[in-house]
T-cell receptor, first 108, second 117 residues
Framework: AQRVTQPEKLLSVFKGAPVELKCNYS??????LFWYVQYSRQRLQLLLR??SRESIKGFTADLNKGETSFHLKKPFAQEEDSAMYYC??????????FGAGTILRVKS | DTEVTQTPKHLVMGMTNKKSLKCEQH?????MYWYKQKAKKPPELMFV???????INESVPSRFSPECPNSSLLNLHLHALQPEDSALYLC????????????????FGSGTRLTVV
């Protein structure tokens, strides 16, 4: 079965500290992986796609097929990064399946 | 226009009411989706429309009835809902729903916050 696991419900860091939000997946085929972000009272937004290998707002994510991981990283956290972050993959039938989400709190 | 627009933003309805949620996009996307999101939980897929045809129904109760009048519009008709159906209902779209389209990701609307009393 297709599954996305985000082991941390809450990650709290100080401003300027590095951030790593963990995501592991199980999928029998070649998955398409994404990170979505939901800021307070705002819509769910696409942050990163693994296929584009881009850096958005200082965040990067590398697909590691050996470890079946797609961790989200940022070298220096900012207060405005505080939000809910969802890792997601497109599974059989191209359904977008979400992990449980990790709340990132950046403290000043 | 790069947005998915949902109306209304908030809806309160009684258990005997009939209401509809609306979703619109003008990005030329050919796949549209309904998701349900409870507080502090991830969105859960309800329905998928591909080229205006229902392609996936995730075993959603019949009190939820989707409709896709054209390629830009998606409706969700509600009837005889229960209090546990109270949630944020999200609409999303993507360029397509076939092989090769999955890599683009979905664009989400801001949702309709539904309260059933």
């Amino acid at each position: 079965a297709q599954r996305v696991t985000q082991p941390e419900k809450l990650l709290s860091v100080f401003k300027g500290a590095p951030v790593e939000l963990k995501c592991n997946y199980s999928y029998s085929g070649s998955p398409e992986l994404f990170w979505y972000v939901q800021y307070s009272r705002q819509r769910l937004q696409l942050l990163l796609r693994h296929i584009s290998r881009e850096s958005i707002k200082g965040f990067t994510a590398d697909l590691n097929k050996g470890e079946t991981s797609f961790h989200l990283k940022k070298p220096f956290a900012q207060e405005e990064d505080s939000a809910m972050y969802y890792c997601a993959l497109t599974s059989i039938g191209n359904k977008l399946v979400f992990g449980a989400g990790t709340i990132l709190r950046v403290k000043s | 226009d790069t947005e998915v627009t949902q109306t209304p933003k908030h809806l309160v309805m009684g258990m005997t009411n009939k209401k509809s949620l609306k979703c619109e996009q003008h990005m030329g996307h050919r796949a549209m989706y309904w998701y349900k999101q409870k507080a502090k939980k991830p969105p859960e897929l309800m329905f998928v429309y591909s080229y205006e045809k229902l392609s996936i129904n995730e075993s959603v109760p019949s009190r939820f009835s989707p409709e896709c009048p054209n390629s830009s519009l998606l409706n969700l008709h509600l009837h005889a809902l229960q209090p546990e159906d109270s949630a944020l209902y999200l609409c999303a779209s993507s360029p397509g729903h076939g092989s090769g389209q999955a890599a683009y990701g979905y664009t989400f609307g801001s949702g309709t916050r539904l309260t059933v009393v």
